[in-house]
């Protein structure tokens, strides 16, 4: 066996309702702390659905400071804004409370407010040398994992976008609640819900760092989120695929934070970038024809993930449970309704060579993908989920 380094958070809290005794977990893992600065969304603070927590935090002696301005793919101006409003109110903990955006803000609040590193030499893997301040992770979608991995992605310009990858990003704590993700709409389930798969599915292919214990997670996080994320998106309060779901998701951040994530990623980001397409939309958009490219490199492996997703339904040669478990992902994509198609997110035919070459600088994925993709390949895969 090769060696290899396993790494994540040291305690995981799994329970619905937890959000409504925040105050008491957080008094538990943190009995002298009292200035708690929560980052998330302006949508989730308006909505009501913290009011519970807050009012809890306050209940247990917390004082705490809401940054409720993180935007998707947030951009460097409100990573530091944020940053400025959290040293002001001299925050001793910071708490992740949303969706990827607002924990990816959290970890670099908690890494910028102790330290002396600027944003920008942050950027890359391992480049963080400070401390950090105590996190705590609590995710309100099911998807990016991020409670559990040691990334943030900074959106850097126009179209850019890079990440900071240091093991000073796992928090202390991730606290998953399920009740927070019900109701969650149909488009958002799917689009989170395929994220996370698509975590599992490249962790457990990617050519550097795969493990025994990132393939056991992968295997638990594929074969829940492949049998819970049509139920979840057909009603959206049906609690037992909720916190399915939400497990999941978290086993399959695990997973990658470990075994990292390849060309499905690459290729997302410039659809992200140029066209403001949702991270997990971005990519389903290109999932099946990723995988149809790495199939004569990875087969083996995509036919011992058929096996997890079509339990006795496979059979034949490893291409063949390929072919089968590509088709079977891409009926699920058809059966949730988002789109299919790169065309419906507003890509021209023009744009797929520009998206090629910008999918080229993503080598931090691209080096762990089970067959090397160029430029051309890239555009090929790009053509045909046009």
């Known amino acids: 066996m ?20 925040l105050g008491a977990l957080l ?50 101006h409100v990573v530091l ?15 992740g409370l949303g969706g990827g955006s607002s924990m990816d803000v959290a970890k ?7 330290g002396t590193q600027s944003l920008k030499e942050m950027y890359g893997v391992r480049k963080v040398t400070g401390t950090r301040l105590p996190l705590v ?61 698509v975590h599992a599915i490249e ?5 550097h760092l795969k493990n025994p214990i990132s393939d056991m997670l992968a295997v638990k996080a594929l074969e829940l989120l492949s049998r819970n994320l049509l139920p979840a998106c057909n009603d959206g309060n049906d609690r037992s695929a909720r916190e399915a779901m939400l497990v999941g998701a978290m086993f399959a951040g695990q997973s990658f934070a470990n075994s990292p994530v390849a060309a499905v990623h690459a ?24 995988m149809r490219f790495n199939a004569p490199a990875a087969s083996r492996l995509y036919a011992e993930l058929a096996e997890v997703v079509l339990p006795g339904k496979t059979a034949g040669s490893d291409e063949a449970k390929t ?24 890509v021209k035919q023009d744009d797929l060579a520009r998206m090629a070459s910008d999918a080229m600088r993503q080598t931090r994925l691209l080096v762990n993908n089970p067959r090397e993709v160029t430029e051309a390949d890239a555009f090929a895969i790009y053509s045909a989920a046009f």
Request: net charge negative; glycine share 6%.
């Open 81 to 95: 804004e944020a940053a400025e409003r959290a040293r002001a109110a001299d925050a001793e903990i910071v708490l």
């Open 323 to 346: 072919d089968a478990l590509i088709a079977h992902i891409e009926s699920m994509i058809i059966e949730t309704a988002i789109p299919r198609t790169l065309r419906e997110v507003g």
């Open 203 to 207: 962790a457990y292919t990617s050519a």
């Open 137 to 197: 992770q609590m995710p309100t979608t099911a998807g990016t994992g991020s409670e559990v991995t040691a990334v943030s992605i900074v959106t850097t310009g126009e179209t850019t976008k890079m990440g900071v990858v240091a093991p000073q990003l796992f928090a202390d704590l991730a606290i998953l609640d399920a009740e927070l993700t019900l109701g969650l709409p149909r488009a958002a389930t799917a689009a989170t819900g395929i994220d996370a798969m």
């Open 108 to 114: 670099l609040l908690a890494v910028l407010l102790p």
């Open 27 to 76: 008094r538990e893992q943190f009995p002298a702390g009292k200035r708690l600065c929560v980052v998330t969304d302006g949508f989730l603070h308006k909505s009501g659905l913290l009011a519970p927590a807050l009012a809890d935090l306050a209940k247990h002696d917390w004082q705490v400071s809401v940054i409720d301005d993180v935007i998707a793919d947030p951009p460097e």
């Open 2 to 21: 090769n060696a290899f380094r396993f790494q994540t958070v040291p305690t995981v809290v799994v329970e619905f309702g937890a959000a409504r005794r």
């Open 267 to 290: 290729l997302a980001y410039p659809i992200g970038g140029i066209f403001h397409v949702a991270h997990g939309l971005s990519n389903a958009l290109v999932l099946s024809h990723v």
